[in-house]
Structure formats: structure tokens, C-alpha cells
């Protein structure tokens, strides 16, 4: 960043450079050099725009530019309204994911706690118990996962409310003394091992929590005949889903005896299935 340069300046000069690699261009710029300033988004849009350039964001549009995901870079990501912490160890949790919540708010189960079978940051399980109370247990095979959701359960302030365990659901008697729940959340792996993946995904995000075999559905064959043994008596799960995969993951869901419902995220995709 040349001396003399002004925020402004530099934002449109950035803006430029990160058009070559993001789509957002413009937002992804603000929201580093908002982190370079050490102030939100807003405060510098109203007040910092004529005061010189931070040193510190030449770093920041380097690894942007070389595709690193802007929430990894500012180590947090807003989802549902609440910001979580993420870490390279953590999928980002995507607006997309927003659609499991809707659909399991709406299924509405009753007092049973709720089970999120590959946590993550804990996006799923402390937003559905930050909006309608309740006690859960979220599960990942990362225990570095495990460690930021954690803190996410902590910033929430419902470490009182969740049990965040390391376990594995291809591990024979991985919910030993679990019990069963009401509500089983996933978003599990799901993606086809050959996709063609945007090098931001691809190249930054946990391929553990992204990729499950040949048609992307090796995790959903594992889970779906377990929700049988995890539910309560009229429980429900609500899985996620790929935009393609709404009838491979109905038929598996069908073949363990449960009736499915369809729900499709805002861009109108189909993202999750209801199972009953
Ligand atoms: N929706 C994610 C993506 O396409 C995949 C998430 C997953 O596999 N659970 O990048």
C-alpha cells in the first residue's frame, strides 16, 4: 500500500486486485480492511474512509487473493445472525445451512434434547438452542472441531446447555451412553470425491467434513439406518442435503422406515430433508 493512500483509496485498489479471484469483491475488501483498522464494517464506512491505509492489510489481500476464504482470514462468520468462530479445522458455515435450522424449528419435537452429528463449529446445535431453548450433544471426529465449538458454546453462553464430544459414527459404539434424542441434526460430508470444487473450498476447508465417496452419499448410508436406534419415539432428523441428491437420500431414508419431507434453501435448491 503506498504511503498517502487513503482508506478509500485503498479499498477501490483492492476491490480491483480481489476481482480476479472473488465474487464479492468489494465486501470481501471492507471486511479486511475493516480487521487491518480494528473496527466493525460500518464504523469504518462512516468515519475512517479519509484516514491513511493500515499497514496491515497488504497481508490480508495476499491471502485473499490467493483464494483463502475472507472468514477464515477474520476467524469468525456470521450464521443465523450470531457470529461463530471458525478455524481451518472447521467448514464455514454457509447461509445455505440456514434451511436445516428453518426446518427444524418448524418440525418442533417437543422437550427431547437435540443430537448435531458432525458439529463443527457448533453452528447448527447453538443456533437451534439459542432460539428455542433446550440441551444437546454435538459430536465431531475432530477434536480440534470439538475444541472451536467449545468456545463457540462458551461466547453464546450456553456451555451449560451442550455436551461437545470427539466420536466417530463409522466407529462401531460411538454413542455408547448417549441415550436418544428428539431431534438429530447433520450436515455431514456430502460432496462427490471427483467434484470440481472452487480452489476456495477446495484448497482451504477440511476435505474430512466436505467429501463422502464416489456419489457423496458414503455418510448418509452410515447414519440414516442409525437414527433408528438415536430417536425417541416420534423424534425427528433433519439431514442436509446436496441440490442433487433429494432422491438418492429419500429412498435410503425410506428403506430405514422413516417418511420424508423436502425442504429447499432460499435460492430454492433442495438442502434438507425432514425424516419422521
Ligand atoms: N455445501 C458445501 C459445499 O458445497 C458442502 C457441505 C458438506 O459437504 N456438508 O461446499
Known sequence: MSDGQTVADALRAAATRLGATSPTP???????????????RSQMLLQRMGEGAPAG?????DRRAAHEPVAYILGH???YGREFRVTRDTLIPRSDSEAVVEAALEAGTGPGRVLDMGTGTGALLLTLLAERGGEGVGIDRSAAAIAVAAENAAAIGLSQQVRLLTADW??????EGLGQFGLVLCNPPYVEADAE????VRDFEPAS????GPAGLDDYRVIIPQLVQLLLPGGVAVLEIGATQD??????ARESGFAVTLRRDLAGRPRALVLR
Not at 492489510?57 to 489481500?61: A, K, S, V
Not at 463409522?170 to 454413542?175: A, E, H, L, R
Open 197 to 200: 470444487l472452487d480452489p476456495d
Open 26 to 40: 468489494r465486501l470481501d475488501a471492507e471486511l479486511l480492511m475493516a480487521q487491518a483498522l480494528g473496527v466493525s
Open 170 to 175: 463409522t466407529m462401531p459404539g460411538w454413542n
Open 57 to 61: 492489510i497488504d497481508d490480508l489481500l
Open 247 to 252: 432422491a438418492a437420500v429419500s429412498a435410503l
Open 77 to 79: 462468520q456470521e450464521f
Open 209 to 212: 467434513a466436505l467429501f463422502a
